[in-house]
């Protein structure tokens, strides 16, 4: 098949130093598992439907599921982001001088019948999937960099509030000058919170505010850029739409999705 994905010398000698040690019995050839899964992930196949040029779909599965439990996908993108950092910049801006955070609106995941199931484990957190008025999602937030690519995500349930989802952020927020959001994330505790850690805040007022507040519309408008990514995010099949029951095993499909897009 000339239409397959294979991963570049160069791309996989950045991936290797995140790579889990081997123990006992060598690895398959990692460049062709990963590829494999790449390319399952993109374009939302069955394992079974796997191109015979990956190798059997057993070893594709089994090495998903086993690293992405590990949280090695996430360990990809973490890594490569804090890579590409600037220290003067801190991984926000590259292109230009003043550096800024973009925080995300919120962005619904459909859950596909095979994953919506509500039941779980005792003792466990869930499957992270909530009803709402669009049927079964997940809800993924998301920082992104002056540049709109991400740098740092979680999921939660798709009824959970906005504010849930900033106050969780607000603890892996990088130091930066500006952060930009949108109205939604308009509240007096998180522009406090941010003036604490010596953010600036440009998110537009509530239209119910009784004292307006002014923000900077020509800095605003480059928030775009992280609707473009999440735009990009959802190409890839099997994060528009979530099949995998675990909610680790579907964050490793989103961070395998932005690694490849935003920092290979």
């Not at 079974?48 to 690293?67: I, M, S, V």
């Not at 230009?96 to 962005?107: A, D, E, H, Q």
């Amino acid at each position: 098949m000339s239409n397959l994905f294979w991963l570049t010398d160069a791309q996989m000698a950045r991936l290797e130093p995140f790579f889990p040690n081997s123990h006992g019995k060598p690895r398959v050839d990692d460049r062709r598992v990963l590829s494999g899964i790449i390319f399952i992930n993109r374009n939302g196949l069955r394992w079974c439907d796997a191109p015979r040029e990956y190798g059997p779909p057993k070893t594709l599965y089994n090495r998903w599921n086993h690293w992405s439990r590990m949280g090695v996908f996430t360990r990809f993108m973490t890594g490569l982001a804090a890579e590409a950092a600037d220290e003067k910049t801190i991984m926000i801006e590259v292109s230009r001088r003043t550096p800024c955070v973009r925080v995300s609106l919120r962005k619904y995941l459909k859950a596909h019948r095979t994953a919506s199931s509500l039941r779980f484990k005792k003792g466990g957190r869930g499957r992270l999937i909530g009803r709402t008025k669009g049927g079964m999602n997940t809800k993924l937030h998301a920082f992104a960099d002056a540049q709109g690519r991400p740098i740092s995500m979680f999921i939660t349930a798709g009824p959970v509030n906005d504010y849930t989802g900033a106050a969780a952020m607000l603890r892996s927020l990088p130091q930066a000058e500006w952060m930009l959001a949108d109205r939604g994330y308009d509240a007096d505790w998180f522009r406090d919170a941010l003036k604490d850690k010596g953010i600036k805040a440009c998110i537009p007022g509530r239209k119910g505010r009784k004292k307006a507040i002014g923000d900077d519309k020509r800095r605003y408008k480059r928030r775009n850029r992280i609707e473009i990514m999440f735009g990009r995010l959802k190409d890839w099949r099997r994060v528009a739409t979530r099949e995998a029951r675990c909610p680790i095993v579907f964050l490793s499909a989103i961070a395998l999705a932005a690694t490849v897009l935003f920092w290979l």
